[in-house]
Nanobody, 123 residues
Framework: QVQLVESGGGLVQPGGSLRLSCEAS????????MGWYRQAPGKQRELVAV???????NYVDSVKGRFTISRDNAKNTVYLQMNSLKPEDTAVYLC?????????????????WGQGTLVTVSS
């Protein structure tokens, strides 16, 4: 009932920038936290950045000062601005949101994942 559509991945040279977007649509009453994870080949999935409904942000240490997460509540969209990219940032980036769904007069919280977008940092 809720879908996430990601965009913005691609190939970039070291030191370059990319901006990822993730738009949520469907039977959404409200959205709580929105975040980005990444998974590189042979590695575990890790949380890259998260933003709460109150715009409190948190980042994994390896991206602090280089990545910025933001959200547009009117568009149900979360962004990840990635600057000074490094080869070790290469991974599939996945959007994750916690949504409140309204159905038949009731409300429930559910977690939704995007399909992932590939970011490759290479010269």
């Amino acid at each position: 009932q809720v879908q996430l559509v990601e965009s913005g991945g691609g190939l970039v040279q070291p030191g370059g920038s990319l901006r990822l977007s993730c738009e949520a649509s469907g039977n959404i009453f409200s959205i709580n936290a929105m975040g980005w994870y990444r998974q590189a080949p042979g590695k575990q999935r890790e949380l890259v950045a998260v933003v709460t409904r109150g715009d409190v942000t948190n980042y994994v240490d390896s991206v602090k000062g280089r990545f910025t997460i933001s959200r547009d509540n009117a568009k149900n969209t979360v962004y990840l601005q990635m600057n000074s990219l490094k080869p070790e940032d290469t991974a599939v980036y996945l959007c994750n949101v916690e949504v409140v769904i309204s159905a038949s007069g009731t409300y429930r919280i559910t977690e939704v994942w995007g399909q992932g977008t590939l970011v490759t940092v290479s010269s």
